[in-house]
């Protein structure tokens, strides 16, 4: 038997491959995700029919509050309160400007605010609904005794408030979905009833107040000294003439109040889901509000969302609010037609969002 030298058995090279086992350890960051994620998945609708109802319900007199307020503003500021074209576009705009900073103020507050034996989103939702119902009715009110900058002061600040105030119902409603069931799918289902009802509220709002003021566009006109005098005259004008769009708001207001309370009452929000949220929440940088104030309004890209937002609801509340002018000067032929010609075009709409899905 051939023997091998210890020196050449040292010299031999003999590579053993070791598999290399890697244990990942999840942090306690993941941990959380994952057992918030098992917290809230399900398949199981939870919630009963008539509780979607009232859900999805809500969503429509709100729309109805801002068909209204985009379509007929303008008309009525121009012809029934008497305020100049320039004063009537800065009452408009100033709203705007404090309806895109209040979004992400009232998101902030709302997404920190703790559980309470109400819920979370519904003590929101219960004190914009009696505020939102005053402003709104206010803001369609003009006192016979007011001069002309009281009137401007009075409908800047009315018109502000209801802005802030709808907000404060429309953020936590929106974000309450999340917290009525573990089912995603029923969560989905949830948004696009909400969905489907404000476009129903856009077709009552018009089908309330269009057919009643239809024919209120009239010419401003100034006189000798370079003031803006609307073609109507105030005191010829019956009760009904004069304060119609006071009558039209607090019934459109009954309605907002019917379709919004059923929410409080019949809703419930689901604590583990909240406290779920609660719990992925503490994980995270605990910043006091003032400072996460000061972010917001100094980072440049949300500084430009804000921005473009002011421009394109601005843009779109022009249209709206000068649809009716263009109507009545333009189109005289067809200038009766107003209420149902934007009817036909929200039905067409509302039928093309819902069956977009098949089409595409």
């Given at each position: 038997?051939?023997?091998?030298?210890?020196?050449?058995?040292?010299?031999?090279?003999?590579?053993?491959?070791?598999?290399?086992?890697?244990?990942?350890?999840?942090?306690?960051?993941?941990?959380?995700?994952?057992?918030?994620?098992?917290?809230?998945?399900?398949?199981?609708?939870?919630?009963?029919?008539?509780?979607?109802?009232?859900?999805?319900?809500?969503?429509?007199?709100?729309?109805?509050?801002?068909?209204?307020?985009?379509?007929?503003?303008?008309?009525?500021?121009?012809?029934?309160?008497?305020?100049?074209?320039?004063?009537?576009?800065?009452?408009?705009?100033?709203?705007?400007?404090?309806?895109?900073?209040?979004?992400?103020?009232?998101?902030?507050?709302?997404?920190?605010?703790?559980?309470?034996?109400?819920?979370?989103?519904?003590?929101?939702?219960?004190?914009?609904?009696?505020?939102?119902?005053?402003?709104?009715?206010?803001?369609?009110?003009?006192?016979?005794?007011?001069?002309?900058?009281?009137?401007?002061?009075?409908?800047?600040?009315?018109?502000?408030?209801?802005?802030t105030f709808i907000t404060g119902f429309r953020i936590p409603h929106t974000a309450m979905t999340m917290?009525?069931?573990?089912?995603?799918?029923?969560?989905?289902?949830?948004?696009?009833?909400?969905?489907?009802?404000?476009?129903?509220?856009?077709?009552?709002?018009?089908?309330?107040?269009?057919?009643?003021?239809?024919?209120?566009?009239?010419?401003?006109?100034?006189?000798?000294?370079?003031?803006?005098?609307?073609?109507?005259?105030?005191?010829?004008?019956?009760?009904?003439?004069?304060?119609?769009?006071?009558?039209?708001?607090?019934?459109?207001?009954?309605?907002?109040?019917?379709?919004?309370?059923?929410?409080?009452?019949?809703?419930?929000?689901?604590?583990?889901?909240?406290?779920?949220?609660?719990?992925?929440?503490?994980?995270?940088?605990?910043?006091?509000?003032?400072?996460?104030?000061?972010?917001?309004?100094?980072?440049?890209?949300?500084?430009?969302?804000?921005?473009?937002?002011?421009?394109?609801?601005?843009?779109?509340?022009?249209?709206?609010?000068?649809?009716?002018?263009?109507?009545?000067?333009?189109?005289?032929?067809?200038?009766?037609?107003?209420?149902?010609?934007?009817?036909?075009?929200?039905?067409?709409?509302?039928?093309?969002?819902?069956?977009?899905?098949?089409?595409?």
């Amino acid at each position: 038997m051939r023997k091998i030298s210890d020196s050449k058995i040292s010299d031999l090279q003999v590579n053993y491959k070791i598999k290399e086992v890697e244990f990942i350890i999840p942090s306690e960051n993941e941990m959380h995700l994952d057992t918030v994620k098992n917290e809230t998945d399900s398949d199981q609708n939870e919630l009963k029919l008539y509780q979607r109802f009232f859900f999805g319900l809500a969503g429509l007199p709100f729309q109805a509050y801002f068909c209204a307020i985009g379509v007929f503003t303008t008309v009525y500021l121009l012809n029934k309160a008497g305020l100049p074209p320039e004063k009537t576009t800065y009452i408009l705009f100033t709203s705007r400007i404090i309806d895109a900073i209040t979004d992400p103020i009232y998101g902030y507050l709302v997404e920190k605010t703790k559980l309470t034996r109400f819920g979370k989103m519904k003590p929101w939702i219960a004190a914009s609904i009696p505020l939102s119902a005053l402003s709104y009715v206010m803001m369609w009110y003009a006192p016979p005794s007011f001069s002309e900058t009281q009137l401007f002061i009075w409908f800047i600040f009315w018109h502000s408030a209801q802005f802030t105030f709808i907000t404060g119902f429309r953020i936590p409603h929106t974000a309450m979905t999340m917290y009525l069931s573990h089912s995603l799918k029923e969560r989905e289902n949830l948004t696009i009833f909400r969905m489907a009802s404000e476009m129903v509220g856009l077709l009552v709002a018009l089908g309330i107040q269009g057919p009643l003021v239809a024919n209120d566009s009239s010419c401003l006109k100034k006189n000798s000294s370079g003031e803006y005098n609307s073609t109507s005259d105030s005191k010829s004008e019956n009760n009904w003439d004069q304060f119609k769009y006071t009558y039209i708001a607090i019934i459109m207001t009954v309605i907002f109040l019917l379709g919004t309370i059923p929410l409080i009452i019949f809703v419930k929000e689901k604590p583990e889901l909240i406290n779920a949220s609660v719990k992925s929440q503490n994980i995270e940088e605990k910043v006091p509000f003032w400072v996460t104030l000061k972010r917001m309004f100094t980072f440049k890209p949300f500084l430009i969302l804000i921005i473009s937002t002011i421009l394109s609801t601005s843009a779109i509340q022009i249209l709206q609010a000068n649809f009716q002018l263009y109507f009545d000067y333009s189109y005289v032929a067809i200038s009766d037609k107003f209420t149902i010609t934007i009817f036909v075009l929200l039905v067409r709409l509302f039928i093309f969002d819902l069956f977009k899905k098949n089409f595409f």
